[in-house]
């Protein structure tokens, strides 16, 4: 039996081991990973030195280890390895070397980096492709890039992967979400006779289940990087020139890069520096459930963090500057939700700015502007979710030559190329849509380019979704833009009142619409309003995509009763065939 230890890893001691990847019995190959270490600038395994079985293991996630520390016992193979150190999996690798750092007088660190500060000499070849920001866009691009066979970086300013999206947008906004649908749940159920009690909220436990949430999804890309070989930098990237990056005094070169340093939530001049006064970052914290919130901007992020507090007992108010709820949204899908939620929140004031915000002992007081503007009001906190920037203003962008434009974001061509052409942008910094779904598709395109493939932007559409209830979700075409652009279309109908699951769910108040191509049939758009419409437009985003044409969504046979049919339903309106609701088709 032989003893596994920890190697040679750079500087650093007492280092947690964040994950143990084997079991005792587990037979592995040599250079297969045994437990992961997380030091404060990277993840990296400790392999087995040679093939073989797993008799013990002497760490646990959460222990911590030095160099020499003992964490395994083999037996098979070729016992005896462990004595030599075959090296932590990413500080092992020479790679350090091939870019000439065989001339400095500095070894490697941990990462195989050379920190270049001292030496001016020094020089790294440490991949060929580094990615600036682990959000949807960076993490996707750097494991497209990594199974693809390149050498990549993955450099990220926070110490836990994932970006906006899994830290403090997407997921832990969409984990509350769920817990404001049961709490409405239960309220529902009252009307066919099923009565709940008020719900009691533990703030404490919900905070820490989303948190859990987030924790598996953030924690999963960290295995995954490494699984891919794929190297995470923590600190925040600059450029030094079009090859060319530093972190943390750290240099890096490159052949190609790929920034996707994402966005950040815009603020109004003027506001308090006040505690009270928060962002989606700090209405995802969950601090407290203020007993008077509003919420300034009705678009996405202002009305589905809106669901959430209403559902957990604040009573909320929401000013929007435009006259108008989410905008790019058409106006019919938008009455459902506008019905439920004028019933529901304190007031919705369109058309109104807010114009100035005091700081009392009794709350924030906040006077308002337009012609409909409401008298001052004091509410316990302010969400400001008055829209997104792209961060391409905040890199420091050294002699890269990279343009930013005055919103911050970069502009690339349809391969994602930036004007430098071995530097590429993706997602939230590249622009609009600020999606998620956008960011993870521009970054295959990117890694796939510079691994040589003829691949470019060709999506037919990015679906929109508004996660509140009901949800909203459109897709291609709106009537809205078709009416703009003058082009010629018709609209077919389905509402949900016809739906027998709809009925059944008692939400029947739904919308399913499809524009369609007067000529080809082809579906051009979809909106949905209703429960789940962000999961049933996914069907539509594919049939624009393929082409469908009305006649085949109408003739694809759906499963009864789903929600789904009213997408069937609506073309058969479209096509003057349907039998579920009276709609002959016009002359
Ligand atoms: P980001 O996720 O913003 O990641 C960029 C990363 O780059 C960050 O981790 C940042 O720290 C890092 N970075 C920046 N500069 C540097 C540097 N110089 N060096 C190192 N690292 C750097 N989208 C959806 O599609 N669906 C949703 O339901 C949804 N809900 C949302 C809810 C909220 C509350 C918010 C705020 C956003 C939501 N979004 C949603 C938008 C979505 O989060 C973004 O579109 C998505 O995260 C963009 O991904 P990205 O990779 O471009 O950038």
Redesign the pocket.
């Known amino acids: 039996m032989s003893e596994v230890k920890v190697p040679d890893i750079g500087d650093f001691t007492d280092v947690p081991v964040i994950e143990v990847l084997v079991a005792v019995g587990d037979t592995v190959e040599a250079d297969e990973g045994l437990i992961t270490l997380e030091s404060e600038k990277s993840t990296m395994d400790v392999p087995a030195p040679a093939a073989g079985t797993v008799e013990e293991l002497l760490v646990d996630v959460g222990d911590t280890v030095s160099e020499g520390t003992v964490i395994a016992r083999m037996s098979g193979g070729n016992e005896g390895q462990d004595d030599e150190g075959s090296g932590a999996e990413e500080g092992s690798d020479s790679s350090a070397d091939e870019g000439g750092s065989s001339e400095s007088s500095e070894a490697p660190d941990s990462q195989g980096l050379v920190n270049s500060r001292s030496d001016e000499e020094a020089e790294v070849d440490v991949g060929r492709v580094v990615v600036?920001?682990?959000?949807?866009?960076?993490?996707?691009a750097a494991f497209r890039a990594a199974d693809l066979g390149l050498e990549v970086v993955l450099?990220?300013?926070?110490e836990t992967?994932?970006?906006?999206?899994?830290?403090?947008?997407?997921?832990?906004?969409?984990a509350l979400l769920h817990a404001a649908r049961v709490i409405a749940e239960t309220e529902e159920s009252a009307s066919f006779g099923i009565t709940f009690g008020e719900p009691e909220i533990d703030l404490d436990r919900l905070r820490e289940w989303k948190g859990d949430v987030v924790g598996k999804l953030t924690g999963g890309l960290a295995g995954m990087a490494k699984r891919r070989k794929v190297r995470v930098v923590t600190?925040?990237?600059?450029f030094l020139t079009a090859n060319e990056i530093e972190?943390d005094g750290t240099k890096i070169d490159f052949t190609h890069c790929i920034?996707?340093?994402?966005?950040?939530?815009t603020a109004i001049p003027g506001l308090p520096d006040d505690e009270r006064v928060i962002?989606?970052?700090g209405?995802?914290e969950l601090e407290d459930i203020p007993e008077r919130l509003l919420v300034v901007g009705g678009g996405?992020?202002g009305l589905?963090?809106a669901t959430v507090y209403e559902a957990l007992g604040s009573s909320v108010s929401v000013v929007e500057m435009t006259d108008h709820l989410i905008p790019g949204c058409d106006r019919d899908l938008l009455k459902p939700l506008q019905a439920r939620i004028e019933e529901r929140y304190e007031a919705i004031v369109l058309g109104t700015k807010v114009a100035e915000v005091k700081e009392t002992d009794k709350g924030l007081e906040v006077s308002f502007e337009g012609e409909d503007a409401p008298e001052p009001q004091v509410y316990d906190r302010i969400l400001v979710?008055t829209g997104?920037r792209a961060?391409g203003d905040?890199?420091?962008l050294g002699e890269s030559g990279v343009e930013v434009g005055d919103d911050g974001t970069i502009a690339v061509d349809s391969q994602q190329r930036t004007n430098v052409s071995n530097i590429f942008a993706?997602?939230?910094?590249?622009g609009a849509?600020?999606?998620?779904?956008?960011?993870?598709y521009?970054?295959v395109i990117a890694a796939e380019v510079i691994s040589g493939e003829e691949v470019s932007y060709d999506a037919q559409s990015i679906p929109?979704?508004a996660?509140t209830d009901p949800e909203i979700a459109w897709t291609g075409l709106t009537e809205t833009e078709a009416k703009e652009s003058g082009r010629d279309f018709e609209i077919a109908k389905f509402p949900w009142q016809a739906s027998g699951r709809a009925i059944a769910t008692e939400r029947a108040e739904g919308l399913t619409k499809l524009l369609v191509d007067p000529e080809s049939r082809r579906i051009l758009g979809a909106g949905i309003v209703g429960v789940n419409a962000?999961e049933l437009i996914a069907e539509l985003a594919l049939a624009i995509e393929m082409g469908a044409n009305a006649t085949d969504v109408g003739l694809t046979v759906h499963p009864h009763p789903t929600l789904s049919e009213t997408v069937t339903f609506a073309a058969e309106v479209a096509e003057g065939v349907a039998t579920d609701i009276y709609a002959p088709k016009r002359k």
Do not use: Q, W
């Open positions: 600036i920001g682990s959000g949807p866009g960076g993490y996707t450099v990220e300013r926070f992967l994932g970006g906006v999206c899994l830290n403090v947008g997407c997921i832990p906004s969409k600190g925040e990237a600059r972190v920034i996707a340093a994402g966005s950040r939530s962002d989606s970052t209405a995802l996405i992020i589905e963090m979710a997104r961060n905040l890199l420091e993706i997602g939230d910094v590249a849509p600020m999606l998620a779904h956008k960011a993870t521009e970054a929109s979704v996660y962000g």
